[in-house]
């Protein structure tokens, strides 16, 4: 078994048993919920006990360097600065910051309405206090609590208040929403779901700490941080997932099972919906050099307007096809709504398919009832923002779309038959992208005909297949994996490799076929495997490395000896071919000069200075990439190389 296969079932063996933990935990909560709970947070004391000794033991040695200083203050105070550090290190791992919230702030006093909206509904599932809403462009709704003294407590209550989903359902709906959110803090169980989030976030925060060059650090926390972090991560997914039920019967308990179901079940349609309208947005950077001062009222009105029957059924019979699986602590639409409604998985999809009147039809918004006549101005400021946000990226699709549609009609001039291969590839994608996916297709279809064996085509015409859910997307993207990785073997310039990879996985993941979602992913995992391989082996040069002659054509190898003799301080110039592992036909080439800089020759600094005027020069060198090094800080396996290869010299003076 290679490597590469062994790395891939070692990866599904450790999904395996993750699984397997998180299904005996459930079985146990169910059957002992008051002992599970004990231990969900005795395991993250454990971990605060841990730091809390190392904390300890760091002070001990401390103490001892201060009495060590009164003999040897010198080597006190040399082995005690590196101890400081790591303390400061730990410390500031337990002081939790979280960036500032982007949005728009209100104030209690500007819109007492929606904040006394806001506080009934909290009072009503017993949910701490909002303390800041913040209005933002988004489908959705969510409570940060963001702990002002880091660990020691006392926290800020943050709702995120999404525009896009108060437009988009009536006041009933939205309150389910928000009654959802402010559940995950309601009673005992949300200040037990905060506190065990909060130790998450301290392993994750101390971690990124120690990811520079506190070898001490890495030794006292990795080796017990990757023993306890999935232990704990596979216990507390239990915790969480329940937390999402509970917070589903918070919606409940407020509005009532069939307006908490219609929330869902309205969701997962308008979600699709809003897909639409931004690409619809999208397309108006070919004919529009700016975006739309307005992007509000246009939204209003699609999530007004009326919603084809068709396509209502069949988003909602396919949000309905996902399973609960192992990956997200969020449960899945369907038992989500077999919870909520009492009922069994098979019957849901019936049941929703009765109410898409209720959950489609809408007097009125959310947005309307809760703003009132201050909607205008919110929807102005948030109009602004995203206008300011899109500008640079919308200026640049114009103009990229400008030359395409400039392109696109200059080659439908010609006769159809008479097109080249390059010219029938680019007027299916231009057409595509330009216009839409139907007039496009039969051009994809012809132009395959005469291009089988193009990955470029077979990428595109798998997208615009996949965006009509046609499973026959599939096999071209299927194909252009399996071209691009034999006819581009340096993984950087694979372009269509991992969106496709992608775009299969969420294909399987939303049509509920997990076993092949699974497939899909584990080919992403070993194509980021390879190439973070790639990347490290050609990232720099170490003592354990191996070369080779170098395989330059005449040409390049003159090319290289001239441009390099320029430089009068290269006394003598070498290249070597490192040996690599993963892609070697990508190949990396290391240029080693031996310099001469004056009187004070050994200055690393003077010597550093040509090596980076050499590198910013332009020279074209070989090979995928190149590093230019110094004789004198070569590795001595390097040197010994080049004194063994003596068509490795460039040249001497």
């Known amino acids: ?136 462009p988004r489908l959705n709704a969510a409570i940060v609590q963001v702990p002002r003294l880091g660990l020691l407590g006392w926290p800020k209550n943050y709702l995120l208040l999404g525009m896009q989903l108060a437009e988009a ?24 779901f905060a506190w065990i989030y909060s130790v998450r976030c301290v392993w994750e925060n101390l971690m990124q700490s120690l990811m520079g060059d506190q070898s001490l650090a890495k030794i006292m926390f990795s080796k017990f941080f990757n023993w306890y972090v999935p232990y704990f991560d596979a216990y507390s997914f239990r915790l969480c997932r329940m937390q999402e039920y509970n917070a589903d019967q918070c919606a409940v308990s407020l509005v009532g099972r069939d307006a908490a179901a ?29 975006p739309p001062q307005q992007f509000f009222v246009p939204y209003s ?35 989500r709504l077999s919870a909520i409604l009492e009922m069994p998985p098979d019957a849901v999809q019936a049941y929703a398919e009765t109410q898409l009147d209720q959950v489609l039809k809408m007097q009125r918004s959310a947005a309307d009832e809760l703003f009132g006549p201050q909607l ?32 696109l ?49 077979h990428y595109h015409f798998g997208m615009v297949l996949l965006e009509d859910e046609d499973p026959q997307g599939i096999e071209h993207l299927n194909k252009a994996v399996e ?50 391989g790639f990347l490290a082996e050609r990232a720099g040069i170490k003592e354990s490395d191996s070369y080779s002659e170098p395989e330059l054509s005449q040409e390049k190898f003159d090319y290289l000896k ?23 036909e990508a190949a990396m080439y290391i240029v080693v000069v031996e310099l001469s800089v004056g009187l004070f020759g050994n200055d690393q600094q003077k010597r550093q200075a040509v090596i980076d005027k050499i590198c910013s020069s332009g020279i074209l060198f070989p090979g995928h990439n190149a590093w230019v090094t110094d004789l004198i800080g070569a590795p001595p396996r390097l040197r010994s190389a080049i004194k063994s290869m003596p068509a490795a010299e460039l040249f001497r003076r």
């Open 301 to 335: 009105e699609m999530m007004r307007g009326d919603i084809a029957d068709q396509d209502a059924r069949a988003w909602i019979k396919q949000a309905l096809k996902r399973k609960t699986d192992y990956d997200d602590t969020h449960p899945s639409t369907i038992d």
């Open 1 to 136: 078994m290679s490597k590469q296969n062994l790395t891939d079932a070692e990866r599904r063996q450790a999904r395996e048993r993750f699984q397997k933990v998180v299904e005996r935990l459930e079985r146990f909560s169910e059957s002992h919920p008051r002992l599970y709970l004990a231990q969900v947070i005795g395991l993250a004391l454990l971990g605060y006990a841990y730091i809390w000794f190392v904390l300890a033991l760091l002070v001990v040695l401390i103490l001892l360097l201060l009495l060590l200083m009164m003999k040897a203050p010198y080597l006190a105070i040399k082995a005690g600065i590196p101890l400081l550090l790591l303390v400061l290190v730990i410390c500031k791992a337990f002081w939790l910051k979280s960036p500032k919230i982007e949005g728009i702030y209100l104030s209690r006093r500007a819109y007492p309405h929606v904040f006394e909206t806001v506080d009934a509904i909290g009072k009503s599932i017993n949910a701490p206090p909002v303390h800041e809403i913040v209005v933002q």
């Open 409 to 457: 009609e200059s080659i439908e001039q010609k006769n159809e038959d008479e097109l080249s291969e390059d010219e029938l590839t680019t007027k299916a994608i231009s057409t595509w992208q330009i216009h839409d996916a139907q007039l496009a297709k039969p051009i994809f279809a012809k132009a395959l005909q005469k291009s089988p064996e193009n990955p470029i085509l």
């Open 262 to 290: 219609a929330m869902l079940i309205g969701l997962a349609i308008k979600s699709r919906l809003e897909g639409r309208f931004w690409e619809d947005i999208a397309k108006l950077a070919v004919d529009h050099a700016q």
């Open 169 to 192: 359902f009536s006041m009933e709906h939205f309150r389910a929403v928000l009654a959802h959110e402010m559940g995950h803090l309601a009673g005992q169980h949300g200040i037990v």
């Open 483 to 532: 071209l691009e990785s034999t006819r581009v073997g340096n993984i950087v310039e694979q372009t269509y490799t991992v969106p496709s990879l992608e775009r299969m996985f969420t294909y399987f993941k939303t049509s509920g076929e997990e076993d092949l979602a699974e497939q899909y992913m584990d080919r992403l995992c070993l194509w980021y495997e390879r190439y973070i």
């Open 562 to 584: 001239e441009q390099l003799s320029a430089f009068k301080e290269v006394k003598r110039a070498c290249i070597v071919k490192k040996d690599v592992k993963t892609c070697p």
């Open 376 to 407: 205008p101005g919110i929807l102005q400021m948030l109009d602004e923002e995203l206008h300011k946000a899109c500008l640079p990226d919308w200026q640049e699709r114009h103009t990229a779309f400008r030359a395409m549609k400039e392109e």
